[in-house]
């Protein structure tokens, strides 16, 4: 994408088209690149669930987890993190470093949503204790 805003400003500079064309274009050009991205990641999303799953080996328990939350909602999240402002946003990051999570907000943008959510679909957690099994994934 940004090489194509480069054409377009070097266009305008050799004089080969107006200031207002080349805006036009770089409008038009964002708007098919957000359709494009928009539609990628929609595919992701659709019917798509992580599943949290507790049970316990105690089969007289009933303290059963079963939690789906659909992909959408993971996507509107991320999309919600953009809108943390930056102090707020520093004072997570440093609290997270400081419990040994490696986490950055301003990585979350909407360039890497579509690589977050698809490795959500590969991501699962299974845990075998003497009390309990616990399963987290996607599908």
Request: aromatic fraction near 6%; glycine fraction near 4%; charge should be negative.
């Amino acid at each position: 994408m940004a090489d194509e805003k480069i054409k377009i400003l070097s266009m305008v500079s050799e004089g080969k088209i107006t200031p207002e064309e080349a805006e036009k274009l770089i409008d038009a050009l964002d708007k098919k690149n957000e359709e494009s991205r928009n539609t990628s990641i929609e595919g992701l999303t659709e019917n798509k669930f992580l599943y949290i799953k507790v049970d316990p080996k105690d089969e007289s328990s009933s303290e059963h987890v079963s939690v789906k939350v659909p992909f959408a909602l993971l996507k509107a999240g991320l999309n919600i993190a953009g809108l943390i402002p930056k102090d707020a946003q520093e004072k997570i990051n440093s609290s997270m470093e400081e419990k040994g999570m490696s986490f950055n907000f301003s990585d979350i943008n909407p360039e890497n949503i579509k690589e977050i959510m698809t490795a959500l679909e590969e991501f699962s957690i299974d845990i075998d204790s003497d009390d309990a099994e616990v399963k987290v994934y996607c599908k």
